[in-house]
């Protein structure tokens, strides 16, 4: 089993829809918790971190359930401009950040 | 403020041949990894640096791979006898201080790709 976890897709959604991705770790030890997006060719850069509470950035909310141990990420009013690919990140109490697979968003018009 | 940066954008080599992959990192930045992604997948964790030396090289895939940080900011990702399997982008990374925490995110360069023939 993968460390991380994700749904490769790709999601296919239509401008405007809302839309979530998950997310699932095999280490309860897992501290902190992100999630990166990447464009095609591109660098992956930092959408958001992922907090105990869940937290909300503009369209995009961020949820982490450690009892089953899987974080989401929701983005509401899909733009095109969203479409990329989405990473989760774990870091796994030592000095690992581990990447999922990523998940494939494709936003139409 | 300038990023990552990493040099050469591109490489092609033959197979067999020695590589050498340079990272400049954030000023300032002590904590620099490196990883590898392949097409479609995650970037695939190497080697992490704390300052000039290797906190955790647990993810470079056997003795072909070795990294260096001599004075604590450049780091060179050296390739040996390269095989078509190491064909990929290699992402360089820094962070302000040890990565995982909140307020010390990554900062990824924009990569180098590879290609081995």
């Known amino acids: 089993r993968k460390e991380v976890e994700q749904d490769p897709g790709p999601f296919n959604v239509p401008e405007g829809a809302t839309v979530a991705f998950n997310c699932t770790y095999s280490n309860s030890a897992s501290q902190s918790f992100f999630w990166y997006r990447q464009d095609c060719r591109k660098e992956p850069k930092l959408l958001m971190s992922v907090y105990s509470s869940g937290n909300e950035d503009g369209r995009f909310t961020a949820q982490l359930n450690r009892a089953s141990q899987y974080i989401s990420l929701l983005i509401r009013d899909s733009k095109l401009s969203d479409s990329a690919t989405y990473l989760c990140v774990v870091n796994n109490a030592g000095n690992m950040l581990t990447f999922g697979g990523g998940t494939r968003l494709m936003v139409k018009p | 403020g300038a990023g990552v940066s990493q040099t050469p954008s591109n490489k092609v080599t033959e197979k067999g041949k020695y590589v050498e992959l340079r990272c400049d990192p954030i000023s300032g930045h002590t904590a620099l990894y490196w990883y590898r992604q392949s097409l479609g997948q995650g970037p695939e964790f190497l080697i992490y640096?704390?300052?000039?030396?290797?906190?955790?090289d647990s993810g470079l895939p056997n003795d072909r791979f070795f990294a260096v940080r001599p004075e604590g900011s450049v780091s060179t990702l050296k390739i040996q006898r390269t095989e078509r399997g190491d064909s990929a982008v290699y992402l360089c990374?820094?962070?302000?201080?040890?990565?995982?925490?909140?307020?010390?995110?990554?900062?990824f360069g924009n990569g180098t790709r590879l290609t081995v023939t």
């Open positions: 990374a820094s962070s302000l201080t040890r990565p995982g925490q909140y307020n010390s995110p990554l900062h």
């Open positions: 640096f704390q300052g000039t030396g290797a906190a955790d």
